[in-house]
């Protein structure tokens, strides 16, 4: 069985046709990058996985290690397991980093039936995790993203991944606006978390942060639909022809076959 199951995901935003029939399973100790284009429904993606409000399917199923998403509120998929670091991530004024760490942690925790950790061994984990996300002590205490800068929240998203340890993260973009160093604390990070009993998909616009967090299968995005599949030499197709040589090439298929979760307009 499957760790993530998506089967012929539908959603609609504003009553206009945003997913259109998306299946992908992603199995234990996977990595998984969807790549598309802008607009092709990558985020909207991840909403829907994360229980974002608004997002919900209007056809279709997801599967979390073969427990149904679907009727789950979001705080509910993150106790099972389940993680989105945002595209953009969302500024909490008042809400200190450390505590906002401990209160996720020891939910899941509670939820899985584990004690919850005491204050000075939850701050001495926090500590060592944060240092290798270069976070500092001083960005611990402040409010979570307020006045970070790009790259820094990033760093925090990935040390929540850590923390957290989830069953499935979803990663949106998490490379957007880094530079070469930054993208490499981001990925050192991830790699570190990839076992054989967790599963990873990455988001991604460009190539690029492929070179660092390695997938083992590629998936194109377009128009609400995987038009093709691949390892990660299709990543590599992406950045040498760019996404139009695909999609061009996809929806000649697609009139000759017709699919019928597909609009050719
Ligand atoms: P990506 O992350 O791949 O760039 P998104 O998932 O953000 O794409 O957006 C997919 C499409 O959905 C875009 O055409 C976007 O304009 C549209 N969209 C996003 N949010 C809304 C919304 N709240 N209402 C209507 N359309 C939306
Ligand atoms: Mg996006």
Excluded: C, W
């Amino acid at each position: 069985m499957s760790l993530l199951e998506i089967k012929n995901a539908h959603l609609k935003l504003d009553d206009k046709n945003i997913l259109n029939g998306v299946s992908l399973s992603v199995n234990k100790g996977e990595v998984h990058a969807i790549m598309g284009p802008n607009g092709s429904g990558k985020s909207t993606l991840s909403y829907m996985l994360a229980g974002r409000d608004g997002y919900e399917l209007e056809e279709g199923e997801i599967l979390l290690d073969g427990i149904s998403l679907s009727e789950m509120e979001a705080d509910e998929r993150a106790r099972l397991g389940l993680f989105l670091a945002f595209q953009y991530p969302v500024e909490l004024p008042g809400v200190g980093g450390m505590s906002f760490l401990r209160e996720a942690v020891n939910s899941r925790r509670k939820f899985l039936g584990e004690e919850e950790l005491d204050h000075l061994a939850f701050v001495k984990e926090a500590r060592k995790e944060a240092s290798k996300m270069y976070v500092k002590d001083e960005m611990l205490k402040r409010a979570v993203n307020v006045g970070f800068s790009g790259g820094e929240k990033k760093r925090f998203e990935i040390l929540q991944m850590a923390m957290l340890k989830p069953t499935v993260s979803i990663l949106d973009e998490t490379d957007s606006g880094l530079d070469v160093d930054a993208l490499k604390i981001v990925s050192d990070g991830v790699n570190a978390q990839r076992n054989n009993d967790n599963a990873i998909v990455v988001i991604t616009h460009y190539q690029r942060l492929l070179d660092y967090i390695i997938p083992d299968f590629v998936h194109i995005l377009s128009d609400g639909v995987i038009i093709k599949s691949g390892g990660p030499e299709l990543a590599l197709e992406v950045e040498k022809n760019g996404y139009s040589g695909l999609i061009n090439a996809a929806s000649v298929s697609y009139t000759h076959l017709t699919l019928p979760t597909k609009r050719i307009v």
